[in-house]
């Protein structure tokens, strides 16, 4: 009988270090939310921006990422796990530490509803908020394999970062437009951005701006124009309605449907713009085929 009770006494020991010292959150909070990782991963982003110079947000994947949010003499570290629940639903997980104060959370936490859950609580439900109206402004309809289309191409490279994905082909749609409208070359279709390199962990681009057009030995040679062809090859396709800005909404949708179904794909998003940002208008009309590349069997 003694021998239990030493047993059980250790148990509880083990238990209560654990707890107090080794347990790395003070706090967890889970839900879920009718969108992909990806989706998370940049709206948590722009969140966190929104509300203050932070130190940027630390990004070990897509899924995995942690921040850190300052309230009065506090740092607050936010542990984000995302994960997949299918093709439109994702879980979080969040786990929660005051830096300076994680002892004495800890020790009150079981015993009442204290004010760092309060705050925990509350900070997650503005970050919900912020997740919600920034659904309202995109849509992203998975319509599954598709061929990609096959063109000559008049280009103009660009490095950028993916927030700056948009300002990139913006500041380009109406040059390259205007030099080959001047000088008689005729469009095989509309603009599109071939991704050559795509930095998850950086969220960094480098991209081909592009017009396809039909083949003529007079084209014009300018310094920033360079010419080439897009192969057709197999993809998943989806339909984005949206902010160009936030097309990549789509990247992250395929490859979690990717994902998903067991597809091996290529990181190198193709996208195909049917309206011109630079009109304005109601931006749930603009239109954009997005297209990701599947990994044939020999690569």
Not at 89 to 95: C, D, E, L
Not at 136 to 146: N, R, Y
Not at 220 to 249: C, M, Q, V, W
Request: with cysteine.
């Amino acid at each position: 009988m003694r021998r239990v009770f030493i047993a059980l006494c250790a148990l509880i020991i083990i238990a209560l270090v654990w707890y107090l010292f080794l347990k790395p959150q003070d706090y967890q909070v889970n839900f879920k939310v009718k969108t992909t990782p990806g989706t998370v991963n940049q709206t948590v982003k722009a969140w966190h921006t929104s509300m203050g110079d932070f130190e940027p947000v630390e990004q070990e994947s897509l899924n995995s990422f942690k921040q850190e949010l300052a309230f009065n003499d506090s740092i607050h570290e936010y542990h984000w796990d995302v994960s997949a629940i299918n093709d439109s639903m994702s879980h979080i997980k969040v786990n929660i530490k005051d830096v300076e104060h994680s002892l004495i959370n800890k020790i009150q936490i079981p015993f009442s509803d204290t004010d760092f859950e309060k705050k925990s609580r509350k900070t997650l439900l503005a970050f919900n908020d912020f997740l919600n109206d920034h659904l309202k402004d995109f849509k992203v309809t998975i319509v599954g394999e598709d061929e990609l289309f096959s063109s000559a191409c008049a280009c103009i490279p660009v490095k950028t970062s993916q927030i700056g994905k948009a300002k990139g082909m913006m500041r380009n749609y109406s040059f390259l437009n205007s030099i080959l409208y001047e000088n008689g070359v005729e469009l095989n279709g509309p603009p599109f951005v071939e991704v050559i390199d795509w930095n998850i962990k950086t969220d960094s681009l480098s991209y081909n701006f592009c017009y396809p057009i039909i083949r003529s030995e007079s084209l014009p040679n300018h310094p920033d124009i360079t010419y080439k062809r897009i192969f057709d090859k197999k993809t998943l396709k989806a339909e984005y309605n949206g902010n160009y800005i936030t097309s990549d909404r789509a990247w992250y949708a395929l490859l979690n449907y990717a994902e998903l179904n067991n597809i091996e794909v290529e990181k190198k998003p193709v996208e195909v713009f049917y309206s011109n940002p630079n009109l304005g208008g109601n931006e749930l009309q603009w239109k954009a085929d997005i297209y990701l590349p599947i990994k044939e069997a020999n690569e």
